[in-house]
């Protein structure tokens, strides 16, 4: 399997409930991202995690969890949840450049986790 | 702090005709912009990435432009197809304290058959 493969494609789950998004990519890229789309809005990004350290949150809600246990794996952990979380949920991964390639070589995306909080 | 607008937010053109995408940019500092489709529903696939130092790409029907100095950023559809409608968004890498994208909220394109 090749590129970005996120799991599960929809979920639906209570307030009280607690659940996971799983993300692998099988690029061999160093970082990889949690972005939240919700509608009208940009794609907001919510967590990075580069060479398996996380670098920045964005003031996220502690509802919300990562944890990346290796350079091909995130995952988004979720408890108490509420409606407006719902959205979809996208995880990427970038490979880091040097001297004009600093930028790196482009995002790489899933297609997604649409998530409902009922 | 970056700000991403494009322009037009929907746009709707008979099957056929060459169009225009526009995104500008506030802070010219980029290190890279990358035009993505994105289909209901679906996430983003990667259509063209233009470094910094770069001023045009160009994969098939698609030809991307970038201007730093102006901060704007045009992507060129020509001899539009159906199965071009989608969703359109740019993004760019400015580096810094924010390792992430940072994105537009679309053009919303529909090809008319």
């Known amino acids: 399997e090749t590129g970005v493969t996120q799991t599960p494609r929809h979920l639906v789950m209570g307030m009280t409930n607690k659940k996971s998004l799983k993300c692998e990519q099988h690029?061999?890229?160093?970082?990889m991202y949690w972005y939240k789309q919700s509608a009208k809005k940009p794609l907001e990004l919510m967590f990075v995690?580069?060479?398996?350290?996380?670098?920045e949150n964005n003031s996220v809600p502690s509802r919300f969890s990562p944890e990346c246990p290796n350079s091909s794996h995130l995952f988004l952990h979720l408890h108490t949840l509420q409606p407006e979380d719902s959205a979809l949920y996208l995880c990427?991964?970038?490979?880091?450049?040097?001297?004009?390639?600093?930028?790196?070589?482009?995002?790489?995306f899933g297609s997604g986790t649409r998530l409902t909080v009922v | 702090k970056q700000e991403v607008t494009q322009i037009p937010a929907a746009l709707s053109v008979p099957e056929g005709e060459n169009l225009v995408l526009n995104c500008s940019f506030t802070?010219?500092?980029?290190?890279?912009l990358q035009w993505f489709r994105q289909d209901p529903g679906k996430g983003l696939t990667s259509l063209l990435l233009?470094?910094?130092?770069?001023r045009e790409q160009t994969s098939g029907r698609l030809n991307a432009s970038l201007d730093k100095s102006s901060g704007r950023s045009t992507l060129y559809i020509a001899a539009s197809q159906p199965g071009d409608s989608a969703t359109y968004l740019c993004?760019?890498?400015?580096?810094?304290?924010?390792?992430?994208?940072?994105f537009g909220k679309g053009t919303h394109l529909i090809i008319q058959p």
């Open positions: 990427a991964s970038s490979q880091a450049g040097t001297g004009v390639f600093r930028g790196g070589y482009g995002y790489t």
């Open positions: 995690y580069n060479f398996k350290e996380q670098t």
């Open positions: 802070d010219s500092a980029i290190y890279n």
């Open positions: 233009i470094q910094s130092s770069q």
């Open positions: 993004a760019m890498y400015s580096g810094g304290g924010a390792d992430g994208l940072t």
């Open positions: 690029l061999g890229h160093n970082a």
